[in-house]
């Protein structure tokens, strides 16, 4: 069955370094998505992307936020300089078309030092 | 603005028991509703959905009826087994399945 595959599970980085988070979505979906949830917290949307482009972000999805698709397969979530609140679980999901069920990735812990 | 508040957990039961996991919502308009489930060490799945007021989802024996007039989307199962020990959450989204809006999440422990 077709998966989200998300790498690594689990990133521990520096406070001031750059990370990147990385996903694969399931191969035939066009709309991708990134969400993250704090420890103790709910999981909250970051962005979501879809023909290339950022279709929709939220007010967390800061200038220090990015995400690009370099070559038709990944999905990646670029963090430039990484804070201490910036450590949490974070998911990337994929859907096929608006009207169809998005499927998530097992998720990346981020632990900022 | 939309939001989701799901009873605090953990929810700790003996096989066989009877669950309920709350959650209440506010949104504008007419939300869709959904319960995701998080098994150990993998992905959030969909579990189940309603569309419209007084619908009912059900899935895998969980059932969670729309009610509208106490924006509720509580889950339901008569039964739990060992294998229904994960985090469930509750979301809603006013686009269809696009942008979600989710709860924190309720770990479920079920004991033989």
């Known amino acids: 069955e077709p998966e989200v595959t998300q790498t690594p599970s689990h990133q521990v980085t520096q406070m001031g370094q750059e990370v990147i988070l990385r996903c694969v979505p399931i191969s035939n979906h066009l709309y991708f998505y990134w969400y993250r949830q704090i420890l103790g917290q709910k999981v909250e949307f970051l962005v979501s992307?879809?023909?290339?482009?950022?279709?929709?972000k939220s007010e967390i999805f800061d200038d220090q936020f990015s995400v690009e698709r370099p070559d038709g397969s990944n999905f990646t979530l670029k963090i430039r300089s990484t804070k201490l609140e910036d450590s949490a679980m974070y998911f990337c999901a994929s859907r096929r078309r608006e009207d169809t069920e998005a499927f998530f990735g097992q998720g990346t812990r981020l632990t900022v030092v | 603005g939309n939001s989701v508040t799901q009873m605090e957990g953990p929810v700790t039961l003996s096989e066989e028991a009877f669950l309920t996991i709350n959650c209440t919502y506010t949104a504008t308009g007419y939300p869709s509703l959904f319960w995701y489930v998080q098994y150990p060490g993998e992905g959030l799945q969909l579990l189940l959905k309603a569309t419209k007021a007084d619908d009912k989802g059900s899935n895998k024996g969980f059932e969670a009826t729309y009610r509208k007039e106490t924006t509720s989307f509580h889950l339901e199962k008569g039964s739990v087994q060992v294998s229904d020990s994960a985090v469930y959450f509750c979301?809603?989204?006013?686009?269809?399945?696009?942008?979600?809006?989710f709860g924190k999440g309720t770990m479920l422990l079920v004991s033989p």
């Open positions: 992307f879809y023909n290339n482009e950022i279709s929709e």
């Open positions: 979301a809603l989204s006013n686009t269809g399945y696009s942008t979600l809006t």
